[in-house]
């Protein structure tokens, strides 16, 4: 039997996107810069999951050493800050080409994380058809029961946008907001 009850430090797509975007559009960067962006969205995560939950830990590469993933927020088990909890936001940062988008997207696929978020920055063509292949992949890897949500958030030419699917409804991604910068 699922629990129904909230789960610590879980945010809505919309609000990731909203939040992470203004955050992102505020540091000024320049078109080009791949590690810049990315230092960028993982100060950002790292503010926004202290907004969210303060017992939030966030992991990344930058500062703590890669843990899985380029950054997760891990939920202390029962309120225990020094206690290994569970992953709540799971993150790969890309920027390069689809191969290198896929492959980040399918370290999301083998781990447990109640929101599993892909960043990237692809032409509107390739973006369309890599989430049609991510949602094969997801097929493909199972586990279509969970109560997990991905969300892609792609930074494009001078406009961001994010689309989202839900687990277990069918697997397809929806289109989410877009915002210029």
Request: hydrophobic share 40%.
């Amino acid at each position: 039997m699922k629990s129904s009850a909230p789960q610590t430090g879980v945010i809505e797509p919309e609000a990731l996107f909203r939040r992470l975007f203004q955050g992102i559009s505020a540091e000024n960067l320049p078109p080009n810069g791949a590690s810049l962006w990315t230092a960028a969205v993982k100060k950002t995560l790292r503010r926004i999951a202290a907004e969210v939950e303060p017992l939030l830990v966030p992991y990344s590469s930058d500062c703590d050493g890669e843990f899985l993933l380029d950054l997760i927020w891990l939920s202390p088990a029962r309120g225990d800050k020094d206690a290994n909890g569970r992953i709540v936001l799971g993150v790969e940062c890309e920027w390069g080409g689809p191969d290198a988008v896929w492959f980040d997207f399918s370290k999301l696929l083998y781990i447990r994380a109640a929101r599993k978020l892909l960043i990237c920055c692809l032409a509107p063509k390739t973006l369309q058809s890599s989430i049609r292949q991510f949602e094969k992949d997801i097929i493909d890897a199972g586990g279509l029961e969970s109560q997990e949500k991905y969300i892609v958030i792609n930074f494009g030419d001078q406009q961001a946008e994010y689309w989202w699917c839900e687990l277990p409804e069918p697997v397809k991604f929806r289109k989410g907001l877009r915002a210029s910068y």
